[in-house]
Structures are given as structure tokens and as C-alpha cells.
């Protein structure tokens, strides 16, 4: 799993700072994850777990990363949307390479259009889901192959 702040910010942070298109950064940041896994692969058995959509909202001013995600101009929806498409590429990629692949996207975005509140850190300087709720969501995902041998 890599982290919401790889794609839903670092994504539109390399394409302001280079001039080009959050696309074209896109597909380069799935091109390198996928190979990542790809590479894995060869040498362990390798699952992949979606990543977490963003969790700070708009006009946030408090901590680090906070105030760093004032360098892009997306909005939180925005983000939440390059997330979602991200994650549906890698589910893609995943099933036409025999990766298991938990999609988490389902559980996680509430009726607003983004991430849940009760995946929200229970510290709000905290940009990361949930451990407990976060864990939860996973395991019940993972329950088809606890026993199962490789």
C-alpha cells in the first residue's frame, strides 16, 4: 500500500512543479508502482492494498503535511477522485497480474463525497486513517485467505 499522500498530493505537487499535466504524473506514478510490484513479485507473493483517501479537508491549517498541501491547488474532492481512479487502475493492473488486491475505496468514502469521518485519526493533527477502524476494514478483507497455505 502506498500512501494518500503519494497520489493525492505529491501527484499534483510534481505536475505544477514540472509544468505538466496531473495525468501525465499519474500514469508515471502507476507505471513505477506497478513495475514495484511487478518486481516484487518475483521473489515474495505480494498483495496490495488500495490507498487510503485524503483525510484533510480544505483550507486546513494546522500541522506539517496540512500545510504543505497548501502548495497545490486541488481541492479535497479532487484528490479524492485522482485516488479513486488510481486505486481502480491498480485493481485493474492487479487482477491481469495475479496480484490480490483489497479494495478498501467502498468502505471508505462517505455520502460527501470523500473519506468518512469515522476513518478520520481521532488526533485532527494526524492526517492518517484510523489504526483501529483502518485495520478493521482490512482484516475483514483478509479473512478469505487466513488458513489458507501459498
Known amino acids: 500500500m502506498i500512501g494518500e ?6 501527484i499534483w505537487y510534481r505536475a505544477q512543479k514540472y509544468g505538466t499535466s496531473v495525468d501525465d504524473m499519474t500514469q508515471l506514478a502507476l507505471t513505477n508502482y506497478q513495475q514495484l510490484l511487478l518486481d516484487l513479485g518475483k521473489r515474495f507473493d505480494v498483495a496490495c492494498i488500495s490507498t487510503p483517501l485524503p483525510t484533510i479537508r480544505d483550507g486546513a491549517d494546522w500541522g506539517e503535511v496540512a500545510n504543505l498541501r ?34 478498501l475505496d467502498k468502505d471508505s468514502l462517505g455520502d460527501s463525497g470523500v473519506v468518512k469521518d469515522s476513518l478520520l ?23 478469505p485467505w487466513i488458513g489458507r497455505t501459498c
Not at 70 to 90: D, W
Open 5 to 10: 499522500v503519494d497520489t493525492g498530493f505529491v
Open 70 to 103: 497548501k502548495e497545490i491547488s486541488a481541492t479535497q474532492r479532487e484528490r479524492t477522485e485522482l485516488t479513486l481512479a488510481f486505486n481502480n487502475a491498480m485493481e485493474k493492473f492487479c487482477a491481469s497480474n495475479g496480484i490480490a488486491y483489497l479494495m
Open 121 to 143: 485519526n481521532k488526533d485532527p493533527r494526524d492526517h492518517h486513517y484510523d489504526a483501529k477502524e483502518h485495520a478493521r476494514m482490512i482484516a475483514a478483507l483478509l479473512q
